[in-house]
C-alpha cells in the first residue's frame, strides 16, 4: 500500500524552538507539498518541490523553510516557533506534469507552539 | 490564495439521502479534483475531471463540470453515516509542480 508517512501526528514545541517536520513518500513522486490547514482558511501552500534540491515559495512561506536532499523525503523547517504557527501540517506528493493522478497526503502533524 | 470556493459550508442529512456540494473557481482549469478529510486525518483523492470533460462518475459519486460558469459540483448517492467528512474541491491550473490550490470545504454530516 502506497503512502506518505509524517513522522508525528501530535508535536508540542516551545516558543522560539526549532522544529522539523519530516515527510517521506514511498511512490517515487517527484512533487511534493507541505500545507497548513487552519479552520475557516483551508488548506494554504507553504512550499513545495517539484525536484530533489529544487523548492518554490507557496502562498505563506514566512517563518518556514524547506529541504528536499532525497527524493523521497520533504522536510519542513521552522527556523523559530512562534504560537501563530500552531496548526495542523499537511505533506502531499504527486506525480511530475501528470493530470491523471492526485495528490496522496499523509495523515498530518498537529503542531501546538505554547 | 483560494481558487476555490465550497457552497454549502456545512450540510446535514439522513442517511440514504443525496447530497450535493458545489465548487466555484475563479481562473481557467487544466482538471479538477475532489478530496475526503476525515476529522483529524490527511485528505483523501476520490475523483479528478478534466477540463474537456463535463460529467465523471465512481461509484456512488457524481461529478460535474461548468467551465463556462467556473463551477462543479459533487453528488453522493445514497449516503452513509461514514461519509460524514470534509470534502474539498482543488483546481490545478497548470502551475509548475501541478500545485492544487485548495478551496475552504463543506463539512457533511450523515446521521444514522
Known amino acids: 500500500d502506497v503512502k506518505v508517512t509524517q513522522s508525528s501526528r501530535y508535536l508540542v514545541k516551545r516558543t522560539g524552538e526549532k522544529v522539523f517536520l519530516e515527510c517521506v513518500q514511498d511512490?517515487?513522486?517527484?512533487?511534493m507539498f507541505w500545507y497548513r490547514q487552519d479552520p475557516g482558511l483551508g488548506l494554504r501552500l507553504i512550499y513545495f518541490?517539484?525536484?530533489?534540491?529544487?523548492?518554490e515559495k507557496g502562498d505563506i512561506p514566512e517563518g518556514y523553510s524547506v529541504s528536499r536532499e532525497k527524493k523521497e523525503r520533504f522536510s519542513l523547517i521552522l527556523e523559530s516557533a512562534s504560537t501563530n504557527q500552531t496548526s495542523m501540517y499537511l505533506c502531499?506528493?504527486?506525480?511530475?506534469?501528470?493530470?491523471?493522478?492526485?495528490?496522496?497526503f499523509g495523515s498530518g502533524t498537529r503542531l501546538t507552539v505554547v | 490564495s483560494q481558487q476555490g470556493e465550497e457552497d454549502p459550508q456545512a450540510l446535514s442529512i439522513q442517511e440514504g439521502e443525496n447530497a450535493t456540494m458545489n465548487c466555484s473557481y475563479k481562473?481557467?482549469?487544466?482538471?479538477l479534483q475532489w478530496y475526503r478529510q476525515n476529522s483529524g486525518r490527511g485528505l483523501v483523492h476520490l475523483i479528478l475531471?478534466?477540463?474537456?470533460?463535463r460529467e465523471k462518475h465512481s461509484g456512488r459519486l457524481r461529478v460535474t463540470l461548468d467551465t463556462s460558469k467556473k463551477s462543479s459540483s459533487l453528488l453522493i448517492t445514497a449516503s452513509r453515516a461514514a461519509d460524514t467528512a470534509s470534502y474539498f474541491c482543488?483546481?490545478?491550473?497548470?502551475?509548475?509542480?501541478?500545485?492544487?490550490?485548495f478551496g475552504g470545504g463543506t463539512r457533511l454530516m450523515v446521521k444514522p
Open positions: 502531499a506528493s504527486s506525480f511530475h506534469l501528470s493530470d491523471s493522478y492526485g495528490y496522496t
Open positions: 511512490m517515487d513522486h517527484e512533487n
Open positions: 518541490s517539484y525536484d530533489v534540491k529544487m523548492k
Open positions: 481562473t481557467s482549469i487544466n482538471n
Open positions: 475531471i478534466r477540463s474537456n470533460e
Open positions: 482543488a483546481t490545478d491550473a497548470g502551475d509548475a509542480g501541478n500545485m492544487l490550490t
